[in-house]
């Protein structure tokens, strides 16, 4: 189960009555199952008004009763219990990632119901060479989950905004100005399955793993999000909505300068954190330049045997994100800083080094060491968002549904 969106606390307007008292209603069952006089309660609804809301929600597969409901302490027979339904609409997620490929699908409790991760170097790759290997990674998916998807969200480790998903930058991949929706779709109607009619949105993969931890982990309502896979970003998570910024581009922590007039970044500035915190500095300070594979499984593994030259990598890497989690810290004053993403498996080596900057700079407010935390979901975070934010819409808006 996750924390649902918040619904309003009446009834609604005239105006679109029916839609929005469906979304309140279901948005209360998203919560937990509850009895039909349990949401009447909790939304300020008759339990006319309920009975007949919760009808429509079953009849459109939303909503099931899973038998009498809790003990409320009150005399006579429980009532019913209504709960998300498992085998109903479902979420479907996709992650593009430089050296990987994944698809998620989760049923409408945010429970996972078919995981698929293919290793596969995507860097200069032909878009439509990477979307007909993800097309098939979907369907695949989509067949073991039994679930018919609601939509489809795809996370990418670049810089997604306007309509239509266009991928603005994706310095990793080698990409640039690609819709991705558009890109996906002939994709997907090569391979069958039925998904090219879905809905297609796509993020950023760091602000998918950020709502992630807040829906799914144990991010609070303000926190700032920090992943790594090839490259780093962030997710900066404000009052439990993320922060997206003028133009959708906020969390380019990866870009942070660490060094001015240090090394030469890939987007053309230097010193930026990701030259000294990122993949391809990392494995240079580990001495494994030209290292195939999982980096992060690699460094891990070696640093866990008690590789020095692994183990001094990481901390010369959690030396410059403590350095720029610092800078977040004063400017944003979020509860947490959470290490999420590839970064999640090298945090016992990363955080020493991140503690120590944090303590020595952020000196003009309150910290603790124990506000840098780690994220349980780790590399799925990313792909987790991507499926759960298509359900979450649906409990935000069943009227299509429902």
Not at 67 to 81: E, I, L, Q
Not at 147 to 153: E, K, Q
Not at 246 to 273: N, T
């Amino acid at each position: 189960m996750y924390e649902p969106d918040p619904v309003p606390t009446g009834p609604a307007s005239q105006q679109g009555m029916r839609r929005a008292n469906l979304a309140l209603v279901l948005g209360t069952i998203a919560s937990g199952p509850r009895s039909r006089a349990e949401v009447a309660a909790g939304t300020g609804l008759t339990r006319a008004a309920v009975s007949s809301l919760a009808e429509q929600l079953i009849a459109a597969g939303l909503v099931v009763e899973e038998g009498p409901a809790a003990p409320s302490g009150k005399v006579g027979r429980p009532g019913t219990a209504l709960g998300l339904n498992p085998a109903g609409p479902g979420g479907l997620g996709a992650e593009i990632g430089v050296r990987h490929l994944g698809a998620c699908v989760v049923d409408l409790r945010g429970e996972v119901r078919a995981w698929r991760r293919r290793e596969v170097s995507n860097h200069g790759r032909a878009p439509a060479a990477v979307m007909a290997d993800l097309a098939d990674l979907l369907r695949e998916a989509v067949a073991e989950s039994g679930l018919r998807p609601a939509g489809l969200t795809l996370a990418v480790p670049g810089l997604v905004g306007g309509s239509g998903g266009m991928l603005r930058r994706a310095a990793n991949l080698g990409w640039q100005d690609i819709p991705l929706a558009a890109a996906l779709r002939p994709a997907l109607r090569t391979a069958g399955g039925g998904l090219a009619e879905l809905p297609i949105e796509a993020d950023n993969e760091a602000n998918l793993g950020g709502l992630a931890e807040r829906w799914l982990g144990e991010g609070p309502e303000d926190f700032l999000y920090v992943s790594a896979e090839a490259g780093v970003g962030a997710a900066i998570v404000v009052g439990g909505r993320l922060l997206r910024g003028a133009g959708g581009y906020a969390g380019e922590f990866g870009h942070v300068p660490v060094h001015p007039g240090g090394r030469r970044c890939a987007c053309g500035a230097h010193g930026c954190l990701e030259q000294y915190a990122g993949e391809a500095a990392a494995l240079r300070a580990a001495g494994l330049t030209g290292a195939r594979g999982d980096w992060v499984a690699l460094l891990a593994d070696r640093a866990g045997a008690g590789d020095e030259a692994a183990r001094a990598a990481l901390a010369g890497a959690g030396t410059a994100l403590g350095t720029a989690a610092a800078g977040a810290v004063n400017l944003l004053d979020p509860a947490e800083v959470v290490l999420g993403g590839g970064y999640a498996r090298l945090a016992p080596w990363l955080l020493p080094a991140m503690r120590a900057e944090l303590a020595a700079r952020v000196t003009v407010r309150p910290w603790s060491e124990d506000r840098l935390t780690v994220s349980r979901l780790g590399r799925r975070g990313p792909l987790l968002g991507a499926a759960v934010r298509v359900v979450r819409a649906i409990v935000a808006d069943p009227g299509p549904l429902g």
